[in-house]
């Protein structure tokens, strides 16, 4: 069986917000963020299971401080877990000011199945997990999974 590492497939994408992303409110508009999370989401996977994805869901989307015209929006997204065909990925967004300072924004756990040539599901490597802090997550993303599938939301096994 194939094991992949959570480095393998980590991402980061930088924006710099830009005036038609921002909302009324002069901020950054929360539907522009979450089309960035879902990009960053699917590089991750796609690097992961090394074929076409799709969104299942994104859940636990908590927006902390806001980002406004002309910030740089750094988005680092990681794998968390994966399942036979889901894998789901936490991408964590921040603010990084002029001297590298980054301000934490966003945290999102998004659900991506991986598809075969002709859109099914498809099975994605095993995850290795290396270090206690990636074992955490595991733990944790399985506690997620287990609401979800309370709600008939969840990932494959």
């Known amino acids: 069986m194939i094991m992949k590492k959570i480095a393998d497939s980590k991402t980061e994408q930088i924006q710099i917000v830009m005036p038609e992303d921002i909302n009324g409110s002069g901020r950054l508009f929360g539907g522009r963020l979450v089309q960035w999370i879902d990009v960053v989401a699917a590089v991750v996977a796609r690097r992961h299971s090394n074929c076409n994805v799709t969104t299942v869901l994104i859940d636990d989307l908590e927006f902390k401080a806001p980002a406004y015209v002309n910030d740089m ?49 498809n099975k994605v490597p095993r995850l290795l997990i290396e270090n206690d802090e990636e074992k955490k997550e595991w733990d944790e993303a399985v506690m997620r999974n287990e609401i979800r599938k309370s709600k008939k939301l969840g990932m494959d096994e």
């Open 73 to 121: 929006v750094v988005l680092i997204g990681q794998l968390t877990h994966v399942g036979n065909t889901s894998m789901e990925i936490c991408v964590d967004s921040f603010v990084e000011s002029f001297a590298g300072i980054k301000t934490f924004i966003n945290r999102a756990y998004v659900v991506m199945v991986a598809l075969d040539g002709n859109d099914k599901p």
